[in-house]
């Protein structure tokens, strides 16, 4: 009886190790399928493509380091945008800035109604760290229109400095 339970006990490990074996081989397929997915990947040692691997993860994290240092570089160096549209006597002004320069609204508010356009309404919306708003103005006598040059060219300057 006893022989018996020791010959179940090795066959049930020897089970368990197949498995195993299958199992880890299925993984490192899988492994070098993400490493190299070239159907002409090279025959690597289970040593070879953990290397591999280790280095192909040291390889993706400098990417992202560097990725999220491009991305920071970008976001600094994003300024206030604008665009102006001439609709016969309305003007609309697109306007794209950081909401931490929230005071600029109140400066382009201020250009468009010096150019003898009072604003008639507003919309804006949210997006992350960036506010848009679109402003739009009205000439109080539709025949004398705004020149939308002007307003166009003290935006610039506005927004330059």
């Known amino acids: 009886m006893r ?3 020791s010959k179940v006990a090795t066959l049930s490990r020897k089970v368990l190790e197949r498995n ?3 199992l880890t081989k299925d993984l490192l397929s899988k492994l070098a399928a993400l490493i190299s ?6 025959k690597w040692t289970s040593i070879e493509l953990l290397d591999e691997a280790t280095a192909h993860v040291k390889q993706l994290q400098q990417r992202v380091q560097m990725l999220k240092r491009k991305k920071q570089q970008l976001e600094d160096s ?7 549209t001439d609709l016969e006597s309305t003007v609309a002004v697109c306007l794209a800035c950081r909401s931490n320069e929230k005071f600029i609204l109140t400066r382009v508010i201020d250009v468009i109604e010096e150019e003898a356009a009072p604003v008639v309404a507003v919309s804006y919306s949210r997006e992350d760290d960036k506010i848009h708003c679109i402003i739009y ?5 539709s025949r004398i229109g705004i020149d939308s040059s002007k307003v166009h060219e003290r935006l610039k300057r506005l927004t330059a400095s």
């Not at 997915?37 to 090279?42: I, K, S």
């Not at 994003?78 to 102006?84: E, G």
């Open 37 to 42: 997915p070239t159907t002409l990947a090279p």
């Open 78 to 84: 994003m300024s206030t945008s604008f665009a102006v």
């Open 137 to 141: 103005s009205q000439a109080v006598y």
């Open 20 to 22: 195993r074996r299958i």
């Open 3 to 5: 022989c018996r339970e």
